[in-house]
């Protein structure tokens, strides 16, 4: 179930987003951690530790967000979830819980 915001906004039409092998509703644009969230992901990746780590700042600062994204070229990058725009047929992996 979609957390997002539903009435009073317009949006483009959604595009399809691979998390975890799961294919989700995303719009091009907004940000993979928009996505992530609303598609009831939390959970982004873990420390050296193996801890969970969640979005803290959602502004880039803390890197609590990083996750890896393949896109549609087939380059897959460690990137900050809050600052990288969604676009058409990116895969995202994200640390599972235990
Ligand atoms: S949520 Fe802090 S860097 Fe992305």
Redesign the pocket.
């Known amino acids: 179930m979609s957390k997002r915001i539903t009435q009073g906004v317009a949006r483009p039409a959604p595009v399809s987003v691979l998390i975890n092998g799961r294919s989700v509703e995303a719009y091009e644009g907004e940000s993979v951690?928009t996505a992530l969230v609303a598609a009831g992901v939390l959970t982004m990746s873990r420390d050296s530790f193996g801890r969970v780590r969640t979005?803290?700042?959602?502004?880039?600062?803390?890197?609590?967000?990083m996750v890896d994204v393949e896109s549609s070229d087939g380059v897959t990058s460690r990137v900050?979830?809050?600052?990288t725009p969604v676009r058409a047929g990116l895969r995202v992996t994200v640390a599972e819980l235990p």
């Open positions: 951690l979005p803290f700042c959602n502004m880039g600062v803390c890197f609590d967000c900050r979830a809050c600052l």
